[in-house]
């Protein structure tokens, strides 16, 4: 077991539970968009190593470099183009042509971030790696807060002290109840004040509206057919 000092992110898909409430077709098509958009999500923070899918949820990590003052912005930066190229996979899946509320419904669907830095311990079970130690239990325990708006980027206060000016105003202050730890302070932004300058999502073309269409069903039927699990079934066990 290796330890160290670690800056942790977990992005989170709001209304994931309602929208796998859905009929066996719906479910089955709802799993599938759901791991496009975790992909997608995945692959715009090339900075930071996946650690684990969680449900509806990435846990991602990258190792604390001495360079402190970047940190805050890495997140940002992260956060900024994880939660665009979320909204775009999500624009493809509303936009193709099967009429299934696991394909309109993730209209519904947002996207909010959480992000701590600590000390972490890795361990390596089966050739996976696992992060343990309090500050991961942490900023998973800081995804049940009372922030009111659907989508933004919460920090820790250690993380908002080390960074503190970079989140741009307005800056919002919580401060949860988490088991185990008491009162917290945390600090939060509106994820659209941090990519409020980019250009529109382009609209889906019509070729990639038929591909996402096919993708749904083709990738759905082994869920339908009972010979793959459901994200929310496997995350629970």
Known sequence: MESGRAVLLIADIGGYTEYMSSHRM??????????????????????????????????????????????MAEILQAATAMHRAFHLERQYVTANLCPCTGC?????????????????????????????????????RLLKNPVGIPEYVLVSEELYRIGEGVLPDPVHEVSPELEGFGTVHAYFVDVEDLDGSAEPLPAPSLQGRVGRTFAAVGKGLPYMLGLRSYRREASAQ
Do not use: C, Y
């Open 104 to 140: 309109k419904g993730a209209a519904d669907l947002k996207l909010k971030f959480v992000a701590h830095i600590g000390d972490v311990a890795t361990q390596t079970i089966r050739e996976r790696i696992k992060l343990v130690g309090i500050d991961v239990i942490l900023v998973h």
């Open 26 to 71: 719906s479910l089955a098509h709802a799993e599938v968009n759901t791991a496009r958009m975790l992909e997608k999500m995945i692959d715009a923070a090339p900075g930071f190593d996946l650690i684990e899918i969680e449900g509806d949820a990435a846990f991602l990590s990258r190792q604390a470099d001495g360079d402190t003052g970047t940190t």
